[in-house]
């Protein structure tokens, strides 16, 4: 019974290395595109923030 555990536990063990290298260039691009859109959005939002407040400025001068 022990030994059947134990070929259990060995064996998944196997299955999720092989499936982590597997994985490993899908989380790779996941990640990329994260971080693109992360950027992307902050970006827009200090863009939109130093719009916001040179046209404050432009009002406050006349």
Known sequence: MANGI?????AAVIRSAALTDQVRPL?????AVLAAVLAGSA?????DRLVAWRQRADQDEL
């Not at 134990?6 to 060995?10: H, K």
């Not at 970006?43 to 863009?47: C, D, E, P, Q, V």
Request: proline letters at 0%; aromatic letters at 14%; charged letters at 5%.
């Open 27 to 31: 989380i790779g691009l996941i990640a």
């Open 6 to 10: 134990l070929e259990f536990g060995v």
């Open 43 to 47: 970006s827009w939002h200090l863009t």
